[in-house]
């Protein structure tokens, strides 16, 4: 059974960064895309970015660029979302999520998310 | 950049009763790729439907999803104490990659 385990709750400072594993277990990493989704108390989803680990291909939310960082480590099939800056509003559960994806030359596409990880809840407080 | 927007924000339905949801796209939604999935409070989001109206494995057959281009729809055809939720809509299959989701749907004991 495909599963993704995310790491453990944090608490950050404004201005700190957050790094957040998510390690799959079953499957094949590198046959699907991984993004990140989070989700402020009481709010809805909001797509931060993803990766293509058999690519190393990551794509950002415009709203996210410069502030996110989305890798992989192959050998241990875990991604991760490093996200600098953090600001009070910051504050949520942040979900890595896969999907499968095609491509055609450099277009990437990912598809609908099948396997969520459990959620990491960082909160930012000074 | 599309825009999902979800309605009604809240239902208030009883236990048997038929659950409507919409979800609306400001532009057509390629191929119709959209999916709809559930959130219990504490939990990750659940896929329930794909590309509008194929049921993802597992799920039962009283979830149905329909619709194309700008209008979807999720239908729940009796509620069972389980399905009360919060149910968000999602817009994949783009390029370059990205998701839009709709504002959610909390459907909630009358």
């Known amino acids: 059974q495909v599963q993704l385990v995310q790491s453990g709750a944090e608490v950050k400072k404004p201005g700190s960064s957050v790094k957040v594993s998510c390690k799959a277990s079953g499957g094949t990493f590198s046959s699907y895309a991984i993004s990140w989704v989070r989700q402020a108390p009481g709010q809805g989803l909001e797509w931060m970015g993803g990766i293509i680990p058999f690519f190393d291909t990551a794509n950002y939310a415009q709203k996210f660029q410069g502030r996110v960082t989305i890798t992989t480590d192959e050998s241990t099939s875990t991604a991760y979302m490093e996200l600098s800056s953090l600001r009070f509003d910051d504050t949520a559960v942040y979900f890595c999520a896969r999907a499968l994806f095609s491509y055609v030359g450099v277009q990437y596409y990912y598809y609908f998310v099948d396997v969520w990880g459990q959620g990491t809840k960082v909160t930012v407080s000074s | 950049e599309i825009v999902l927007t979800q309605s009604p924000g809240t239902l208030s339905l009883s236990p048997g009763e038929r659950a409507t949801l919409s979800c609306r796209a400001s532009?057509?939604?390629?191929?119709?790729?959209l999916a709809w999935y559930q959130q219990k409070p504490g939990q990750a989001p659940r896929l329930l439907i794909f590309a509008a109206s194929s049921r993802a494995t597992g799920i039962p057959d009283r979830f149905s999803g329909s619709g194309s281009g700008t209008d979807f729809t999720l239908t729940i055809s009796r509620l069972e104490p389980e399905d009360f939720a919060v149910y968000y809509c999602q817009q994949y299959g783009t390029s370059p990659p990205r998701y839009t989701f709709g504002q959610g749907t909390k459907v909630e004991v009358k």
């Open positions: 532009q057509s939604v390629t191929d119709d790729y």
